[in-house]
């Protein structure tokens, strides 16, 4: 119990990875939807993409990637992992609602193979685990932007030359693999894409989120039990503002 208890105290932001139980009961459930009605996505350009099935290597990693990049910076850096999962927790959760409320799929995937190889396997193994349902947007190409981007901003990364394009090779062959592997159309990768811009400007390039840490550090630390004096602290600073 000490163990646990130290383990705890050290990492306290420990407790974001609930967040998983919530997510994989909700994404569990829409799965089971999957033979119910659901709106087709379709873009013209989709038909014009050939099925490679040498591209289900990145499509795997990405489990690895988006794993080690949430491990790395647990341990890390507090600073840059909170940033991380709100990253990852805002398209995840924008994906489940879009999916709920919006049933979506394709019918894309070819209807059978003409060749046997290990890749194709994989490829089959693929069709099975994840149907082609709820795709919209498309939760690989946003969270590999993720990823990325916390790369690109962790100080132990950021110089670090090939460890940035390594990241970027990986990043964009995950992206291909989603419309190569006939995953998703282009319009899942297209709002995948353009989601991970919106949400990077959120949490990398605005000042929201310190000042909403500023904020909550306040309540907790000066004014725990929301004392009548925070009551008229927060009272003057508006009419200051007023004025």
Not at 11 to 28: A, D, E, K, N
Not at 62 to 85: E, K, N, Q, S, T
Not at 158 to 180: D, G
Not at 192 to 208: H, K, M, T
Request: proline residues 4%; hydrophobic residues 45%; charged residues 15%.
């Amino acid at each position: 119990m000490k163990r646990y208890r130290t383990f705890f105290k050290d990492y306290p932001h420990v407790w974001t990875i609930l967040y998983f139980v919530g997510y994989i009961s909700w994404f569990v459930w829409l799965e089971g939807r999957a033979n119910l009605p659901y709106h087709v996505i379709h873009f013209p350009l989709d038909d014009y993409i050939p099925f490679c099935e040498y591209f289900v290597i990145p499509y795997f990693l990405w489990f690895a990637y988006i794993a080690a990049v949430y491990i790395w910076l647990f341990f890390r850096d507090r600073r840059d992992f909170y940033r991380y999962v709100i990253f990852l927790y805002i398209g995840m959760t924008l994906f489940l609602v879009v999916s709920t409320f919006y049933p979506n799929g394709h019918l894309l995937r070819p209807a059978g193979f003409t060749k046997d190889n290990i890749f194709i396997r994989m490829v089959c193994f693929l069709y099975w685990a994840d149907t082609s349902t709820n795709i919209l947007p498309s939760i690989h190409v946003f969270n590999s932007i993720a990823a990325h981007m916390a790369i690109l901003h962790l100080p132990d990364f950021r110089y670090k030359k090939w460890t940035v394009r390594c990241s970027r090779i990986l990043y964009v062959s995950i992206i291909l693999s989603t419309m190569f592997l006939k995953q998703h159309s282009c319009v899942d990768v297209i709002l995948g894409i353009a989601l991970g811009v919106c949400v990077n400007q959120f949490v990398y390039e605005s000042d929201c989120l310190v000042k909403a840490h500023d904020l909550v550090g306040q309540l907790i630390r000066d004014h725990r039990y929301l004392t009548p004096s925070f009551s008229r602290k927060i009272h003057g600073t508006a009419k200051d503002a007023e004025i």
